[in-house]
């Protein structure tokens, strides 16, 4: 038997309450949620496209920023999971055995830190390097993320806390220190075959 944690200590009445909330919520709502917690990642890929894109027409370095977004938001993937398998805390709807609106994970499924909430921060705190409007909008899906997956019983709000604060802090660092080096990436990646990502011809 794997041994977890159990993280309804330190904000189980809180999660109860907003599982409670949903199960009394319009049909309506607790659908609009639910879809948001299960697609609305493919949102953050869209805006990581239309930043590209745009970028593309503004220079090579603006367009080597945009093009490691994706990779940023790996990375936040990746510390969130190892993370994930370090501290290993039940889900909160195997703790405390209530009814939610997303099946609850078979155990071994952990719960700290969120990965969809890690992943829509990195995103958006990425995106702010590309375009302050991209990156506002990613914020507010970010979220709404975040909130929809305690709404659906999928996590206590420390998870998503924990998984907004490992996304945005990945994205920050990664992206902050490309930012002195993007127009010396895009002067030898031009001078490939990748130019075309970079400019437009």
């Known amino acids: ?18 599982v409670n909330l949903a199960q009394h919520a319009p049909a309506w709502l607790d659908d609009a949620v639910s879809a948001w917690s299960t697609y609305g990642l493919a949102a953050f890929a869209v805006l990581m496209a239309v930043g590209w894109w745009r970028a593309r027409r503004v220079d090579a370095a603006a367009s080597v920023t945009a093009l490691a977004v994706p990779f940023v938001v790996v990375a936040a993937f990746g510390v969130d999971a190892a993370l994930k398998l ?4 039940d889900r909160p709807c195997q703790s405390l055995r209530v009814a939610t609106l997303e099946a609850c994970p078979a155990p071994g499924d952990w719960s700290f830190p969120s990965n969809h909430a890690a992943i829509a921060a990195a995103a958006a705190v ?18 709404a993320m975040a909130v929809s ?8 709000p420390h998870d998503v806390l924990a ?3 490992v996304g945005a802090l990945v994205s ?4 902050s220190a490309l930012r002195g080096r993007a127009q010396t990436a895009a002067l030898r990646l031009a001078a490939t075959r990748l130019r075309p990502l970079l400019v437009v011809s």
């Open 86 to 89: 370090l501290v290993r805390e």
């Open 163 to 165: 998984g907004v604060v």
């Open 126 to 143: 990425a995106l702010l390097f590309v375009s302050r409007r991209l990156g506002a909008l990613a914020v507010a899906a970010a979220c």
């Open 1 to 18: 038997m794997i041994l977890a944690l159990n993280g309804s200590s330190v904000d189980g009445s809180a999660y109860t309450d907003v």
């Open 149 to 156: 997956r305690v709404w659906v019983g999928a996590h206590y």
């Open 172 to 175: 920050l660092l990664v992206m």
